[in-house]
């Protein structure tokens, strides 16, 4: 009896004890890593310079776990190799001064990258990066988030997941222009969950995404996917569970397939408010796509959404081209890159190009970062002097990783999440 009692006491206090929620990676984080750590039980890191090396250089930030990485200097830092990122690290990229800040030459692994927080950086591979490699590579890792961040020029896929990978988001981010002959969008093929909310995929021969597994596909923009296909529903081998709502596909010259192809029995797709503008006319006035396996590529579609962690707001369709053409990448700054490719998706179906070589028209290179002002930050803990006023933190004492507001957030966190929108 005294046993049963017991039980019955531990299973009360279980019932009865409060829940306490985790924490968001930043204000607006969303999907499957939307709890995703980062570096806030590490030390702050301050980018110095723009080399491809060395003491101060962005490799060597991340070449380290427990690190928030905030940048003291704008630009493009040129990369040879590929950078390589540790576990528990957070890239604030809205932190640099100027035009932020881009690398150009190479691609990134985040692989086993766990708890990784990436913000407004540009990842720009290119013709002379590692042949058959992305320029965001995942092949292993849990909880991570990818947030207005614009990645191009992959050799092979452009933003790739691929393993056993889970809690993945990547929201508020350009995939474009994957470099020919291949020119892939990305494979996006895991079974721990992968959110994909609010992102521009476009100028990309094929995988606009390419989906296997579990996956939350909201309020995207697909545009001027080429003769590979739109969204590919991956593989017949093994089941894929899914969500596509709120997604506009937009026809470019280069398109000559219907936006969702390959669909088969095993992959369950909820599907809802999905609209396809196909006649390249100039104007964006596209139809919604009926709910009939047909319009899906053969998707064995379901009448119950899966229960994903959902954006906090879901768009119509056209509010998220709105969205998307306004806000979408390392948007604090706009550069001439991310700048021409939404001029193209303004074109609702003139314009467009799939590319073999970055550095030739129309594209012309990454183009010109200015690297800004550097900022005073007295006691080099790497919130400047003038945020340290406004935060009520101190100029002359390494604070940085305390947290005077009691909400979770490390200084250094509260400061750069200050920087930018909280959500759209």
Same mark, same amino acid.
């Given at each position: 009896m005294g046993l049963r009692i017991l039980s019955l006491l531990l299973l009360f206090v279980a019932l009865a004890w409060p829940v306490v929620s985790e924490q968001l990676a930043f204000p607006g984080a969303e999907g499957f890593g939307r709890y995703a750590t980062g570096g806030r039980d590490g030390s702050v890191y301050v980018v110095m310079n723009l080399d491809d090396s060395g003491k101060g250089s962005l490799r060597d930030a991340v070449s380290e776990s427990d690190r928030i990485i905030v940048f003291a200097v704008g630009g493009t830092i040129n990369i040879t190799d590929r950078m390589v990122v540790s576990k528990r690290v957070s890239i604030l990229g809205q932190t640099a001064p100027g035009d932020?800040?881009?690398?150009?030459?190479?691609?990134?692994?985040?692989?086993?990258?766990?708890?990784?927080?990436?913000?407004?950086?540009?990842?720009?591979?290119? #013709? /002379?990066?590692?042949?058959g490699k992305d320029a965001i590579t995942i092949a292993d890792g849990e909880n991570m988030i990818f947030d207005h961040i614009s990645v191009s020029w992959g050799r092979d896929e452009t933003f790739s997941i691929n393993g056993e990978v889970s809690n993945i988001t990547i929201q508020n981010s350009i995939i474009g222009q994957g470099l020919e002959t291949h020119s892939c969008g990305g494979l996006m093929q895991s079974e721990g969950g992968v959110s994909l909310l609010r992102n521009l995929y476009i100028d990309n021969k094929t995988r606009n995404p390419k989906v296997k597994g579990v996956n939350d596909f909201t309020n995207n923009v697909v545009y001027n996917w080429g003769s590979g296909g739109g969204y590919i529903a991956g593989g017949s081998d093994g089941k894929s569970y899914v969500n596509v709502v709120g997604n506009y596909f937009i026809?470019?010259?280069?398109?000559?397939?219907? *936006?969702?192809?390959?669909?088969?029995?095993?992959? =369950?797709?909820?599907? +809802?408010?999905?609209? =396809?503008?196909?006649? #390249? &006319?100039? @104007?964006?006035?596209?139809? @919604?796509?009926?709910?009939?396996?047909?319009?899906?590529?053969?998707?064995?579609?379901? +009448?119950?959404?899966?229960?994903?962690?959902? !954006?906090?707001?879901? %768009?119509?369709?056209? *509010?998220?081209?709105?969205?998307?053409?306004?806000?979408?990448?390392?948007?604090?700054?706009?550069?001439?890159?991310? *700048?021409?490719?939404?001029?193209?998706?303004?074109?609702? /179906?003139? +314009?467009?190009?799939?590319?073999? &070589? @970055?550095?030739?028209? !129309?594209?012309?290179?990454?183009?010109?970062?200015? !690297?800004?002002?550097?900022?005073?930050?007295?006691? /080099?803990?790497?919130?400047?002097?003038?945020? @340290? +006023?406004?935060? /009520?933190? &101190?100029?002359?004492?390494?604070?940085? %990783? #305390?947290?005077?507001?009691?909400?979770? =957030?490390t200084n250094v966190e509260t400061w750069a999440n200050s920087l930018v929108p909280s959500s759209y």
């Open positions: 932020g800040i881009a690398t150009y030459g190479n691609g990134w692994s985040f692989s086993n990258a766990n708890d990784a927080i990436v913000r407004y950086i540009r990842i720009r591979m290119g #013709k /002379g990066g590692d042949k026809s470019g010259p280069s398109t000559s397939k219907t *936006a969702f192809t390959r669909g088969n029995d095993n992959f =369950y797709a909820y599907v +809802e408010g999905n609209f =396809y503008d196909s006649d #390249k &006319d100039g @104007e964006l006035n596209g139809s @919604e796509l009926g709910v009939a396996s047909s319009n899906y590529g053969g998707m064995n579609l379901v +009448e119950t959404k899966y229960d994903y962690p959902a !954006p906090s707001t879901i %768009m119509n369709a056209t *509010a998220a081209v709105d969205y998307v053409a306004n806000h979408a990448g390392a948007s604090l700054v706009r550069d001439s890159v991310d *700048a021409y490719l939404v001029s193209e998706l303004n074109s609702w /179906g003139k +314009e467009g190009d799939l590319i073999s &070589d @970055e550095t030739a028209s !129309p594209v012309n290179g990454p183009g010109y970062l200015n !690297p800004g002002t550097k900022r005073t930050d007295t006691d /080099g803990d790497g919130i400047p002097d003038e945020a @340290e +006023e406004k935060l /009520g933190t &101190d100029s002359s004492t390494d604070d940085s %990783m #305390k947290d005077v507001e009691g909400k979770g =957030y």
